[in-house]
């Protein structure tokens, strides 16, 4: 994701600098983004550096979209936060704790969650996740630099993991997977009922405004009779790993 970001920014007419561990995947990546960013009349200039301190020196905004391991993710950080003094160091994470990522992180009131969607240059939404230390500021100039690059930025005020797309969607699957596991429909099935229903609903109207459009007494009549059937597995079901 990491390049698209870079060409989103670079779109936007800031400049960029990219950095990857693997040197070899940078040319394509300057490519892909370089390519975005022409798409604009004032783009700023996309490059790359093999050297990390180099790639961060100057910046204002920096961020990570790593491999999803905690550990990396924190090493990084913490290594970023030694480099910057006035940078916010951004965190592209699907579903890691923002406060455990920033937890050996110098200036961890620097360190604030960014999920974005996939690919991240159609998808509009960016998740800005408060971790336990992150400053309002750093929230609010966030949130102005993505609505500058175009892009939905919504605040996430609670570090929980997954936040809050994540917690909505997975919440969706591990029902739909429970079906075809406890053998009530086939997994084509499950897919075909939540296209041509909620599916399409979905775009136009949330959960929530569609609560309120079918009436809340009715969503509370069908909650007391559906919820205590609904999957609560606390693990990723068997048949994930049967298939
Ligand atoms: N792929 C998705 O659909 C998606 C959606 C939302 C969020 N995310 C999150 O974005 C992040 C990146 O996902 P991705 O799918 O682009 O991953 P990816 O595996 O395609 O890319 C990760 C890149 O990070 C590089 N890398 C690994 N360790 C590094 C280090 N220590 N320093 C510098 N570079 C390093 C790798 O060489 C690789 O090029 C993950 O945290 C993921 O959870 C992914």
């Given at each position: 994701?990491?390049?698209?970001i870079?060409?989103?920014?670079a779109?936007g007419?800031?400049?960029?600098?990219?950095?990857d561990s693997?040197?070899?995947?940078?040319?394509?990546?300057?490519?892909v983004?370089?390519q975005?960013a022409s798409?604009?009349?004032?783009p700023?200039t996309?490059?790359?550096s093999t050297s990390?301190p180099?790639?961060?020196?100057n910046?204002d905004f920096?961020?990570?979209?790593?491999?999803?391991?905690l550990?990396?993710k924190?090493?990084?950080i913490?290594?970023?936060?030694?480099l910057t003094?006035?940078?916010?160091?951004?965190?592209n994470?699907?579903v890691?704790?923002?406060?455990?990522?920033?937890?050996?992180?110098?200036?961890?009131d620097?360190?604030?969650g960014?999920?974005?969607w996939?690919?991240?240059?159609?998808?509009?939404?960016?998740?800005?996740?408060?971790?336990?230390h992150?400053?309002?500021?750093?929230?609010d100039?966030?949130?102005a630099?993505?609505?500058?690059l175009?892009k939905?930025?919504?605040?996430?005020?609670r570090?929980?993991?997954?936040f809050?797309g994540?917690r909505?969607?997975h919440a969706?699957?591990?029902?739909a997977?429970?079906?075809?596991?406890?053998?009530?429909c086939d997994a084509?099935?499950?897919?075909?009922?939540?296209?041509?229903?909620?599916?399409?609903?979905?775009?136009?109207m949330?959960?929530?405004?569609?609560?309120?459009?079918?009436?809340?007494d009715l969503?509370r009549a069908?909650?007391?009779?559906?919820l205590?059937?609904?999957s609560?597995?606390t693990?990723?079901n068997?048949?994930?790993?049967t298939?």
């Amino acid at each position: 994701m990491g390049r698209r970001i870079a060409g989103i920014i670079a779109r936007g007419g800031a400049d960029v600098v990219l950095h990857d561990s693997n040197a070899e995947l940078l040319e394509g990546a300057v490519a892909v983004a370089s390519q975005m960013a022409s798409e604009s009349s004032t783009p700023g200039t996309v490059t790359s550096s093999t050297s990390l301190p180099e790639a961060v020196a100057n910046s204002d905004f920096i961020t990570e979209a790593i491999i999803e391991d905690l550990g990396a993710k924190q090493q990084l950080i913490a290594a970023i936060s030694e480099l910057t003094e006035r940078a916010i160091i951004a965190t592209n994470t699907s579903v890691l704790p923002i406060t455990s990522i920033a937890e050996f992180a110098t200036a961890p009131d620097r360190v604030v969650g960014t999920h974005w969607w996939n690919p991240p240059d159609l998808i509009p939404i960016v998740e800005v996740v408060r971790g336990e230390h992150t400053s309002t500021e750093v929230i609010d100039r966030t949130v102005a630099l993505l609505e500058h690059l175009g892009k939905l930025a919504v605040r996430v005020e609670r570090d929980v993991p997954g936040f809050v797309g994540n917690r909505l969607q997975h919440a969706l699957w591990r029902e739909a997977i429970a079906l075809v596991a406890d053998g009530v429909c086939d997994a084509e099935t499950a897919d075909l009922v939540c296209r041509n229903t909620i599916g399409l609903r979905l775009a136009q109207m949330g959960p929530i405004e569609t609560a309120d459009y079918v009436g809340l007494d009715l969503t509370r009549a069908i909650h007391e009779a559906v919820l205590p059937s609904l999957s609560t597995d606390t693990f990723a079901n068997p048949i994930l790993t049967t298939l």
